[in-house]
């Protein structure tokens, strides 16, 4: 599956975003979704995941009650709400998916192209 995010740019502190990801070229619900990020000079790490018709969610500590993950399998799209940002929310996020709901937030096959998420203080 082919994956193409978008919606990241410059927000001050307290501020929301909403990033996109189209996906295309296989069963949209076949498949598991999430958010990854890597901050400057880290590893990229989990955010967020969302099963396969979108019935449960699951996030990373650090943006639990801040973010907010849903998808649309009419559209082939998933979508990362992200409210209250904080400086440390900044990062390159990554679309992600896989057909397992385990490997999905581990280590998951499918990766699309970076979108950067600045947040001022």
């Known amino acids: 599956v082919q994956l193409q995010a978008c919606g990241g740019g410059l927000v001050q502190a307290g501020g929301s975003l909403r990033l996109s990801c189209a996906a295309s070229?296989?069963?949209?619900?076949?498949?598991?979704m999430g958010w990854f990020r890597q901050h400057p000079g880290k590893e990229r790490e989990f955010v967020a995941a969302?099963?396969?018709?979108?019935?449960?969610?699951y996030y990373a500590d650090s943006v639990k009650g801040r973010f907010t993950i849903s998808r649309d399998n009419a559209k082939d799209m998933v979508y990362l709400q992200m409210n209250s940002l904080k400086p440390e929310d900044t990062a390159v996020y990554y679309c992600?998916?896989?057909?397992?709901?385990?490997?999905?937030?581990?280590?998951?096959?499918?990766w699309g192209q970076g979108t950067l998420v600045t947040v001022s203080s």
């Open positions: 070229g296989r069963t949209f619900s076949e498949y598991v």
């Open positions: 969302v099963s396969w018709r979108g019935g449960s969610t």
């Open positions: 992600v998916g896989d057909r397992d709901w385990t490997i999905a937030r581990t280590s998951p096959e499918y």
